[in-house]
C-alpha cells in the first residue's frame, strides 16, 4: 500500500522568492516518485520523476526536488518563483512493478499562487 | 496525436441520464488509465488495461460504472444512471510501458456535470 502527505493545501509566495512545497510518501516498498503540475482545465504534466540514483532530481521550469529516505519526504523547490508558476501541484508515489492501483497514487495538491 | 485526447471536454447530464467518456491515447501506448478527480482533491484511480486488457479495475465506485478498451487504443468510460456525486473531472492517462517509472501522459479531462 502507498500514499502521498502534501502539507498545506495553498501556498502564497511572491514573485521572485523561494517556492517550497511539501510532500511526505509512505509505501511499503522503495517507490518511485513524482511532481506534476496542473493549470486551470488542462491535465497533468509531468515536472520531474525520481526513481533510482542521484537523489537530486532536476526538472522542468526550474523546479528541483530531493529525495530523502530517512525522512520519506520528497519536497520540491525552485529557488525564484515566476508569476507562471502559479498552479496546483501534486506529488505522487508509485510502486516500481507498476500497472493498475499501483501506478499512481497522488497527494490532495497544493495550489501555489504567486503575488506581484 | 501529439498527446492523449479526451472528449467531451464538458459534458452535463441530468441525473439518471447515461453518458460515455472517450479517450484517445498517445499512439503505441500500452497501459491506459481512468482517474477521477474531485474538485480541491488528487486524481482517484479508476481502472487500468494492457492494452485490450482491463487487469484493475478495483477503483471503480459502483456497478454503474464501466470501461472498455476493445482494440487496445480508443476507450470509453461509462457511467449509468449518472448521480451527483459522480460530478468530478475525468482524466485518462496513457503510458509507454507498465513498469512503474514509465511516466503517465494525461489528457486534459472531461468534466461531468450532473444536475
Redesign the interface.
Known sequence: AQS?TQLG?HVSVSEGALVLLRCNYSSSVP??L?W?VQYP??????LL?Y?TGATLVKGINGFEAEFKKSETSFHLTKPSAHMSDAAEY?C?V????????????????TRLQVQP | GAG?SQSPRYKVAKRGQDVALRCDPISGHV?L?WYQQAL??????LT?F?NEAQ??K??LPSDRFFAERPEGSVSTLKIQRTQQEDSAVY?C?S?L?????????????T?LTVT
Open positions: 502521498v493545501s517507490p518511485y513524482f506534476y482545465n488542462q491535465g497533468l504534466q509531468l520523476k526513481t501534486f505522487a508509485s510502486d516500481p512493478r507498476g500497472g493498475g492501483r499501483r501506478a499512481l497514487t497522488f497527494g490532495s495538491g | 492523449v497501459s488509465f480541491g482533491q488528487g486524481p482517484e484511480f487500468y494492457q487487469l484493475d478495483s477503483g482524466l492517462a503510458s510501458a507498465q513498469q512503474g517509472n514509465s511516466p503517465l501522459h494525461f489528457g486534459n479531462g468534466r
